[in-house]
């Protein structure tokens, strides 16, 4: 049996959608991704015109107008990037650790980065956004490991309760580290709590350039780890028996994870929720199997994150509202209607 | 019928003798109450003799030591003192109530309900005193309703009550989070106050509510003790030995998530105090009798010993926030590891 084919067997709620749907799905979320990062590029706190835009996107920069566009572009492809990743890595947390509450904010994993960025830029004098992001990607790293296994002790493995609360707690744990790290520092203060909430208003395509290649690599890693999760889905036995070799494809689908989120984290700061949500609207979509829903993922990822950013610009004229926050009050509600719809036993 | 009388003779000894630890307990935590109270009057910045400290609590007037103990110290060990005993308290009672040490207020969002309202009230809406407090107790209670009626499904899960609740709590720091970020004059102490808790700039007349929050509702928990006692063993189990488990509820979270908010509008949420008084207290205690007067020093405790630590013992001044929260991470992670092993979840 192939694995699609196994997938729809485990998954019954999934199973009997036509094969079609997906054959739609596809063109309309380009579609309506083109469309987000139109809007992105025409809404902001200066009205501009179409001709603006593309003239702008043409490369010229001679009006004020044409200007603030071309300040947009590099934020819309930042946001569009940084959802991406954050959807895709999502995606494959939930994949590995088979619960459907995985996501690198509710698991403590950003606010480990965050720890380890503020560790290093208080006490090492990080300057360089290559160390930002090297040191991003170790403490997330560290800190999935270490919520996992403090979760993951016990009767049942690590089901979605235990690892909600790991995270939950390690997450006010580091909060209350980074303030301890920073608070002396009056100095550098200021630029990380702006960097704390979580934004991608300050990009830059030399920014974009630096962050590129990890992203490239969570993303080829994570694609290329679809069919083991496939396997991980139907339960270690099963995906052993199958041929996997099951401790190497979690290893290698989490260092994916770890890599997307941890690079994100570093050159936006800590945005939650986005990976919680997206592979669920996802698999509602395009159904279980992962070689569709790793791709999906990282296009809806991208959506939704523009889509937050846009309704940041719009909610709060002519200031702005971090993504991370709009995000939060988005992904939060869905949070807790995903806690709702599941059986008690199965938390 | 001598084995049957021997056994209850055992089992009476063993009830005294576990009583007696209690007891020895509960003494020991007021003692090092008491005295970590009079050392943060007499040893600050600078040393004043026990004598003149207290003349000044009597209310003579000491030429140098007036301010400093009188209008410094006193108030913010005061506050200290009620506040711990608030967080403890509260945190105990949710964590008996529902069965999990991990279902604490302050991990379930009720403390950053309250603590958001505060923000809000203090910044967008400019109120100050009592205002504020009241509209904290409001938020508070709102949460723990949202969250309590949310997890409603067939019946309150302990397991969806506690996911929910971080749901929630998410969404609330992130609410705090902009109002900080907008807040027009930017003072870093302050948003600490409203991020992990801090006991900077106390004075006297805080005090009062707070005292009157712990007098009234402290005194319902406590002579409530007996039935929250008994929820511990199971919702069933407790209607079986007379509890009205519905009623016991109701009180339990009105009057806790009133003594977390009271605390909060003051001092912020101080992190992991309420979370980790119980837990402690019953490692002392053991397993005997309620947990809340044991808790509640043990709350007391935290707080004042975390504001001196971070006052004079660090190299830089923190506030009691940032200290109870790095010290407590390692005990938490621990607890949280050992909790799993017998299941979690209630």
Known sequence: MTPAKLTSFIAPPYCGRPGGSRSIWLPLTIFAVVVLCTLSLLIGSRDVTWSDVLSAIGGHVDSIGEAAVAMRIPRTLLALFAGAALGLSGAVMQGVTRNPLADPGILGVNTGAALAVVIGVAWFGMTSAQAYIWTAILGAGCTAALVYTVGSFGRGGATPLKLTLAGAATSIAFASLVIAVVLPRGDIAGGIRSWQVGGVGGATFERLAEVAPFLSAGLILSLGSARKLNSLALGDDLAAGLGERVALARGIASFAAVLLCGATTAICGPIGFVGLVVPHVCRLLVGVDHRWLLPFSSLVGGGLLLAGDIIGRIAARPSELEVGIVTAFVGAPFFIWIVRRQRVRDL | ?346
Not at chain 2, 30 to 41: D, G, S, W
Not at chain 2, 43 to 64: A, C, H, N, T, W
Not at chain 2, 126 to 135: E, K, N, T, Y
């Open chain 2, 1 to 346: 019928m001598t084995s049957f009388s021997s056994a209850l003779c055992s089992i009476a000894d063993d009830r005294r003798s576990r009583a007696h630890r209690r007891n020895i307990v509960i003494t020991g935590l007021l003692a090092l109450t008491i005295a970590l109270f009079a050392l943060t009057l007499i040893l600050g910045q600078s040393y004043v003799p026990p004598g003149d400290v207290f003349r000044v609590l009597i209310g003579e007037d000491v030429p140098g030591a007036s301010f400093a103990v009188g209008e410094l110290r006193l108030p913010r060990a005061v506050l200290s003192v009620l506040a711990g005993l608030s967080f403890g308290l509260g945190g105990v009672s949710f964590q008996t109530m529902l069965r999990n040490p991990l279902a604490s207020p302050d991990i379930i969002g009720i403390s950053s309900g309250a603590s958001a309202a505060a923000v809000f009230a203090i910044v967008v809406l400019s109120l100050s005193g009592l205002l504020v407090s009241i509209f904290a107790v409001a938020a508070g209670l709102g949460v723990a309703i949202f969250v309590y009626g949310l997890s409603f499904r067939n019946g309150v899960a302990g397991t969806r009550l506690t996911l929910i609740g971080i749901g929630v709590s998410a969404m609330l720091e992130s609410m705090i989070a902009y109002v900080l970020a907008r807040a027009p004059a930017w003072n870093l102490q302050e948003a600490m106050r409203w991020l992990v808790g801090s006991v900077n700039g106390a004075e006297i007349g805080q005090a009062l509510p707070l005292l009157a929050g712990l007098t009234i509702f402290g005194g319902l928990l406590l002579s409530r003790a007996r039935d929250l006692e008994a929820l511990r063993l199971g919702d069933d189990m407790a209607a079986a030995l007379g509890v009205d488990v519905a009623r016991i509820r109701i009180i339990v979270v009105v009057t806790a998530v009133g003594l977390i908010a009271l605390a909060t509008a003051l001092t912020g949420p101080i992190a992991f105090v309420a979370f980790l008084s119980g837990p402690i207290a019953a490692r002392l205690v053991g397993n005997q009798g309620s947990l809340l007067i044991p808790s509640a020093l043990v709350g007391a405790i935290l707080v004042l010993a975390g504001d001196y630590c971070g006052q004079f013992l660090l190299p830089s001044r923190y506030p009691v926030g940032v200290v109870t929260g790095a010290l407590g991470a390692p005990y938490l992670l621990y607890l949280v590891a050992r909790t799993n092993r017998t299941g979690g979840s209630a």
